[in-house]
């Protein structure tokens, strides 16, 4: 059974930092791209930044110089360093993973972020 749990949100004053966790059970982690998405009530769920299974890195430009996507295989985790954090951030944070073996995807749950001003 595939889980992706993810771990680390709250409730944070704008300027602050949050780290996100999504740690991978049931997939071959390292053969995955991981991906963090969110939703913000009222609108679609948007990409904010990935890494590939090599490490290289992709940000949405509301992300750029202020976030950072990072994994360590040998936990199957992910993280998401957030820092500078603006109201606009509210949202809730998905995980997703995509393996380049059986182009098969994975959604976590979801955690909460809000950022208060």
């Known amino acids: 059974q595939v889980q992706l749990v993810e771990s680390g949100g709250g409730l944070v004053q704008a300027g602050g930092s949050l780290r996100l966790s999504c740690t991978a059970s049931?997939?071959?982690?390292?053969?995955?791209?991981m991906y963090w998405y969110r939703q913000a009530p009222g609108k679609q769920r948007e990409l904010v930044a990935g890494?590939?299974?090599?490490?290289?890195?992709n940000y949405a430009d509301s992300a750029k110089g202020r976030f950072t996507i990072s994994r360590d295989n040998a936990k199957n985790t992910v993280y998401l360093e957030m820092n500078s954090l603006k109201p606009e951030d509210t949202a809730v944070y998905y995980c997703?993973?995509?393996?380049?073996?059986?182009?098969?995807?994975?959604w976590g749950q979801g955690t909460q972020v809000t950022v208060s001003s």
């Open positions: 890494i590939t299974s090599r490490g290289s890195t």
């Open positions: 049931g997939i071959i982690f390292s053969a995955n791209d």
């Open positions: 997703y993973a995509r393996s380049w073996l059986d182009g098969k995807n994975y």
